[in-house]
């Protein structure tokens, strides 16, 4: 550990900038009591880090750092009895048995574990992914008569389907028996399904609540192939948990955590030929990959189909036997994610417009216009709530309703917000993180009025403004190859695990050179005393560092920089540093 974090003061601290700085807040976190902890065969920062990570003894270190497997009993889960019984009686009766799954990755992938895992078993399946345009999220009654046209007598649902309690009614009475596998907020009223297998019900006994539905599938099929005696090929599966784990932002602890450590070393070996083909189209073949390239690089090309087009294409590319047919499919999603890419920005533009003529300082963004479209709603409050540190709903007007998406922030439940004025919705679901609606258009007034009146109520005291957690100030000349590769075994990062973020102070900018199509990214080079570090910054981070212009980070200036430890992007294959703001330099040596 170096002095700067010996001497971090116990509380956590705000370091405010000057007023000519950035917006941005950095806050360094205290050193806490260490207490068993304090004995753990580990250095100083290291154990700083554990302790911020919710690990307290010496057994519970190890256990971190050596990533020992977390796995949990699938029977814990709640109605998995009945939901085993039900899915085995169709397979062996060869019932029609209809997966319906979301348009997101989540739902993607847990759609292709029930498929292929029934199939293979014997099952006749017919997969329903839903017209995010012409249906909407989640289960609805005009799916559920074109199934039963087709002779389907059981739905198991992925990622949907907790609050659909007019829905299930209705399959029943057509002799439709549902299974619900979801994940999302349990609401108070539960429909009359067969079985709900949703780890964050009340009678839960499952240890990992937190399950994305990715995750959820891949325990209820081990457990169906348990029951009737056939050996589960994890394999084969356990990539498409990653993705849909680390792109739904499931915490990383526990067993999410090995879910997803299991799943990213697969993904490097994958077999499946749509996912080979994926790696290789967006430039990670052979590629040493993490979160980032899940949640930045794969998880934006899974997503784009069902955001421009139709999300069963993601669906058929995982699904693909064919290494040819694969590939097509994979050139298809690129160039859909480039126009998604496009989309998004024009998206933003207009968002920001449409904000400048809000109240500033409302503590909820509630924004709308026909011109953005339903597909890049949820990207465009998730850039808002995070730029602005507030809750932020974004619809896109319809000529009698609206469907919007919503992104809140920690300190505010929006699915919570939302269930307070069910009356003014048509339907509604979600996380406290994020959650979508529909709602009239004649009722959109009273409805942002309803969800100001939480949010000011909610987050009274709480400052509204974008901050970065920083992990602890280090002397970067110190850093060493021992401490370096400790730090990789924290991961994966993700939610609950970010990765760790480190400040140095008065760095020197040894070189400076913008890059990308518009020079909108800069390639720098940060030197501490005699020790120089490669570094990329995002334009991401664009509004902190000064839009990346060349004169406010210019050769041979002194800053105080905020960054993790990333692979090098430049190929040498060594680490740089990436960065997440910095500012200049408070003193000099």
């Given at each position: 550990m170096t002095q700067d974090?010996?001497?971090?003061?116990?509380?956590?601290?705000?370091?405010?900038?000057?007023?000519?700085?950035?917006?941005?807040?950095?806050?360094?976190?205290?050193?806490?009591?260490?207490?068993?902890?304090?004995?753990?065969?580990?250095?100083?920062?290291?154990?700083?880090?554990?302790w911020h990570r919710g690990v307290r003894t010496p057994d519970e270190a190890a256990a971190f750092m050596d990533s020992d497997p977390v796995e949990y009993d699938p029977l814990l889960l709640p109605d998995i009895g009945a939901a085993l019984d039900r899915l085995r009686r169709a397979v062996n009766e060869g019932e029609l048995i209809a997966v319906y799954g979301d348009f997101d990755v989540d739902g993607v992938t847990a759609s292709t574990i029930l498929i292929e895992g029934l199939r293979d078993l014997g099952g006749r399946v017919e997969p329903y992914l839903p017209?995010?345009?012409?249906?909407?999220?989640?289960?609805?009654?005009?799916?559920?008569?074109?199934?039963?046209?087709?002779?389907?007598?059981?739905?198991?649902?992925?990622?949907?389907?907790?609050?659909?309690?007019?829905?299930?009614?209705?399959?029943?009475?057509?002799?439709?028996?549902?299974?619900?596998?979801?994940h999302h907020t349990v609401p108070p009223e539960l429909p009359a399904a067969v079985a709900l297998v949703n780890p964050k019900r009340a009678e839960n006994r499952y240890p990992e609540a937190e399950l994305a539905s990715g995750g959820l599938a891949f325990k209820v099929m081990a457990a169906l192939y348990?029951?009737?005696?056939?050996?589960?090929?994890?394999?084969?599966?356990?990539?498409?948990?990653?993705?849909?784990?680390?792109?739904?932002?499931?915490?990383?602890q526990n067993e999410n955590r090995t879910l997803v450590r299991q799943g990213v070393a697969a993904l490097e070996r994958t077999q499946r030929p749509g996912l080979r083909a994926l790696l290789e189209t967006s430039g990670l073949k052979d590629a040493c990959l993490d979160?980032?390239?899940?949640?930045?690089?794969?998880?934006?090309?899974?997503?784009?189909?069902?955001?421009?087009?139709?999300?069963?294409?993601?669906?058929?590319?995982?699904?693909?036997?064919?290494?040819?047919?694969?590939?097509?499919?994979?050139?298809?999603?690129?160039?859909?994610?480039?126009?998604?890419?496009?989309?998004?920005?024009?998206?933003?533009?207009?968002?920001?417009?449409?904000?400048?003529?809000?109240?500033?300082?409302?503590?909820?963004?509630?924004?709308?216009?026909?011109?953005?479209?339903?597909?890049?709603?949820?990207?465009?409050?998730?850039?808002?709530?995070e730029e602005y540190h507030r809750p932020a709903v974004v619809y896109q007007r319809g000529e009698a309703t609206s469907r919007a998406s919503c992104r809140s922030i920690p300190e505010f439940d929006i699915t919570g917000a939302l269930r307070t004025c069910p009356e003014l919705m048509v339907r509604f679901g979600g996380h406290p993180a994020a959650a979508g609606f529909t709602v009239e258009n004649e009722k959109l007034p009273a409805l942002k009025e309803a969800l100001l009146r939480q949010a000011t109520a909610g987050l009274a005291g709480v400052e509204l403004a974008p901050a970065i957690d920083i992990d602890a100030a280090l002397d970067l000349r110190h850093m060493n190859g021992k401490l370096i590769r400790m730090l990789s075994q924290l991961a994966p990062f993700g939610c609950a695990n970010p990765?760790?973020?480190?400040?140095?102070?008065?760095?020197?900018?040894?070189?400076?050179?913008?890059?990308?199509?518009?020079?909108?990214?800069?390639?720098?080079?940060l030197r501490d005393g005699a020790v120089t570090w490669p570094a990329i910054a995002f334009a991401s981070a664009g509004a902190s560092i000064g839009g990346f212009s060349g004169t406010s980070v210019r050769e041979g200036g002194r800053f105080d920089v905020v960054y993790s430890f990333c692979p090098d992007r430049g190929g040498n294959g060594g680490l740089e540093l990436r960065v997440r703001d910095l500012r200049p330099a408070q003193a000099p040596d």
């Open positions: 974090l010996a001497t971090t003061p116990t509380p956590t601290s705000d370091i405010r900038p000057p007023t000519s700085a950035p917006k941005r807040r950095w806050r360094l976190r205290g050193r806490q009591p260490e207490g068993d902890l304090a004995n753990a065969p580990y250095p100083p920062l290291i154990r700083h880090l554990l017209d995010r345009f012409s249906e909407g999220y989640g289960v609805n009654i005009g799916a559920i008569d074109k199934l039963h046209a087709q002779g389907v007598t059981l739905i198991a649902t992925a990622d949907c389907g907790t609050s659909s309690i007019a829905e299930v009614a209705h399959a029943a009475k057509l002799g439709i028996d549902m299974i619900i596998l979801d348990e029951a009737l005696g056939r050996p589960w090929d994890a394999e084969r599966y356990i990539d498409l948990v990653a993705l849909s784990t680390v792109c739904d932002v499931a915490p990383l979160t980032d390239s899940i949640g930045y690089v794969l998880g934006p090309r899974l997503n784009a189909a069902g955001r421009l087009a139709d999300a069963r294409l993601a669906l058929d590319l995982l699904l693909e036997t064919d290494p040819e047919r694969a590939m097509q499919q994979a050139l298809a999603l690129g160039s859909l994610n480039g126009q998604r890419q496009q989309a998004t920005a024009a998206a933003m533009e207009l968002a920001r417009e449409l904000l400048s003529k809000e109240d500033a300082d409302a503590p909820l963004i509630f924004i709308g216009h026909a011109d953005i479209p339903s597909g890049i709603v949820g990207l465009v409050a998730g850039r808002l709530a990765e760790p973020v480190f400040l140095s102070r008065n760095i020197e900018i040894a070189s400076v050179k913008s890059i990308g199509e518009d020079g909108e990214h800069l390639r720098l080079r």
